[in-house]
């Protein structure tokens, strides 16, 4: 018997991820993310960013999302979206997108600005795992 894997729901995605960046610490910046994204499995991960006064340890949305991920269980990402102190759609950062990448599933879909588009859109020629197995 063959998993199938899950439809994204888009409204359900930005929900979460819009109640994510209620959690959000921005005391720098003021620019609040949320993150959220669909598993394998069927789960909903979300996180927020996490500001730090040593600015360069400062963490993604994406970042404590992938946490979240980890810590419930593993799985890779079917479908994944982000939004801005408004709750608008955001699109994620170079790092970020590698971040996704490396977790992602096969077909991965991500809302962006200009719509739905594959990890492949979005990171193409992406370096990965595959290019470190011997």
Request: with cysteine; net charge negative; proline share 5%.
């Amino acid at each position: 018997m063959t998993a199938q894997t899950p439809q994204a729901d888009w409204d359900v995605l930005l929900e979460h991820a819009r109640a994510a960046l209620t959690h959000a610490y921005v005391p720098y910046s003021k620019y609040p993310v949320g993150a959220a994204a669909l598993t394998d499995d069927g789960r909903i991960v979300s996180g927020c960013n996490v500001e730090n006064a040593s600015y360069g340890l400062t963490l993604c949305a994406e970042c404590s999302m992938i946490s979240q991920l980890n810590m419930t269980g593993g799985g890779r990402l079917v479908a994944f979206t982000c939004v801005d102190g408004a709750g608008a759609v955001l699109m994620p950062c170079g790092r970020c997108r590698q971040l996704l990448y490396e977790f992602r599933a096969p077909g991965m879909e991500l809302m962006t600005v200009s719509g739905i588009r594959s990890m492949d859109e979005v990171l193409p020629d992406a370096f990965g795992p595959q290019h470190l197995e011997g």
